[in-house]
């Protein structure tokens, strides 16, 4: 840790089980221990600084939404004080930033509901007219609420990209039953979060989840972070106007500063100036503060 800063969770002693984009999973042999650093990644590229408070705030708001949503999930405590006794010794450093999570067989898809249309969903609308094979309307613009929300799976890659795939490859993949649980239970899940979010002066513009099977046989449970500025498009709704990018509570700050540095998104990444490292972070406090109703303090 410098300056605040985690980038890295070393637990001398514990079993470190991968180090992601993100987080640091331990095996506790019955669980395992997830850490969200203040790493960030873009174009699947982790950069080189943290973002101050930034796992911190993706583990407030993941509870957050998990309290809320009424459906199975994998988290047994967000307390360190909670944790077996091989983690108290790092109980200081992890408060806030880590979940005690059930292990699960996760399903190797990226589960994407897209409530408006952005990012690589417009991308795929402008060129083809339709997003992982879902047809759209003709003449819709940049941040256009869709008809109705539409369910983009992608590819759930080890490395590299993620992938665009349609429903029915998802379905040869995990079964037709499987498949369909998924969508429909993702797209429940978004049009509540959504419906929580405009209650607080948010728009949910799309996000992705993720999740796994425990192989009793029961509904999937939903798995690593939950709607958060990582994994989501976030949207002020008093600011809403379509026909152009949105200001926006995500890292897309990040990235259109990336986009415009002229890196070809390839190792290593262009050092951030302190001003996006701090733009960042105070675009993460502010959703912190919409959803929550409090501010940040680390």
Wanted: with cysteine; net charge neutral.
């Amino acid at each position: 840790m410098t300056d605040g800063v985690m980038l890295k969770a070393e637990l001398p002693g514990l079993k470190l089980f991968s180090r992601g984009k993100v987080r640091d999973v331990y095996d506790l042999g019955a669980a395992l221990l997830f850490i969200a650093t203040d790493r960030i990644s873009a174009f699947d590229v982790v950069m080189g600084e943290g973002i101050p408070g930034k796992g911190r705030i993706l583990t407030a708001l993941t509870m957050f939404w998990l309290e809320r949503l009424g459906v199975p999930h994998h988290v047994i405590t967000d307390r360190a004080a909670e944790m077996p006794p091989e983690v108290r010794p790092f109980e200081a450093a992890l408060e806030g930033r880590t979940l005690l999570v059930r292990k699960l067989k996760i399903f190797p898809v990226e589960c994407v509901v897209r409530g408006y249309l952005a990012g690589s969903g417009l991308k795929s609308y402008r060129a083809r007219g339709e997003v992982c094979g879902v047809p759209l309307p003709p003449g819709l613009r940049e941040a256009d609420r869709l008809p109705a929300p539409i369910f983009t799976p992608t590819t759930k890659a080890a490395a590299g990209h993620d992938e665009e795939m349609t429903f029915e490859a998802m379905t040869a993949l995990l079964g037709k039953d499987r498949a369909r649980e998924l969508r429909d239970r993702s797209i429940e899940v978004y049009l509540r979060a959504a419906e929580i979010a405009r209650a607080h002066g948010v728009i949910l513009g799309d996000t992705k989840f993720e999740w796994g099977s425990d192989g009793a046989g029961g509904p999937s449970i939903l798995a690593d972070e939950v709607l958060t500025p990582d994994s989501s498009r976030f949207w002020p709704g008093d600011e809403y106007a379509p026909g152009a990018a949105q200001p926006s509570f995500d890292k897309q700050f990040l990235r259109d500063w990336l986009e415009r540095s002229g890196w070809n998104k390839r190792p290593p990444p262009p050092p951030l100036p302190r001003d996006v490292v701090e733009g960042t972070a105070a675009r993460y406090a502010a959703i912190y503060r919409r959803l929550i109703g409090k501010e940040f303090t680390g």
